[in-house]
Nanobody
Framework: QVQLVESGGGLVQAGGSLRLSCAASGSIFSINVMGWYRQAPGKQRELVATMASGGSTNYADSVKGRFTISRDNAKNTVYLQMNNVKPEDTAVYYC???????????????WGQGTQVTVSS
């Protein structure tokens, strides 16, 4: 089995910073893409940022220049550094990791439990 544990959410004032972490554990053979998504009340889940195993990144236009995704492959952990946050960043943030498990020939997508980020104006 694979487990994803998120941490780092909370309440922050507009203009402030927050850092999210997501650690994967279990029977992991390799990790491909690691990323962050968010879902605000009444809205669909949307991509925030992703990072491939080779280091290439992809960001939503709304967070470019403010958020930075990074990963520590030795710790199977992905981070999201959120700077200059805005009230519209308020949402539940979910990590998503594409993992190939030990003894498996395919990769599967796994989701974290979600962590609430609330930005006050």
């Amino acid at each position: 089995q694979v487990q994803l544990v998120e941490s780092g959410g909370g309440l922050v004032q507009a203009g402030g910073s927050l850092r999210l972490s997501c650690a994967a554990s279990g029977s992991i053979f390799s990790i491909n893409v690691m990323g962050w998504y968010r879902q605000a009340p009444g809205k669909q889940r949307e991509l925030v940022a992703t990072m491939a195993s080779g280091g290439s990144t992809n960001y939503a236009d709304s967070v470019k220049g403010r958020f930075t995704i990074s990963r520590d492959n030795a710790k199977n952990t992905v981070y999201l550094q959120m700077n200059n946050v805005k009230p519209e960043d308020t949402a539940v943030y979910y990590c998503n990791v594409v993992i190939r498990r030990v003894l498996s020939t395919r990769s599967d997508s796994y989701w974290g439990q979600g962590t609430q980020v609330t930005v006050s104006s």
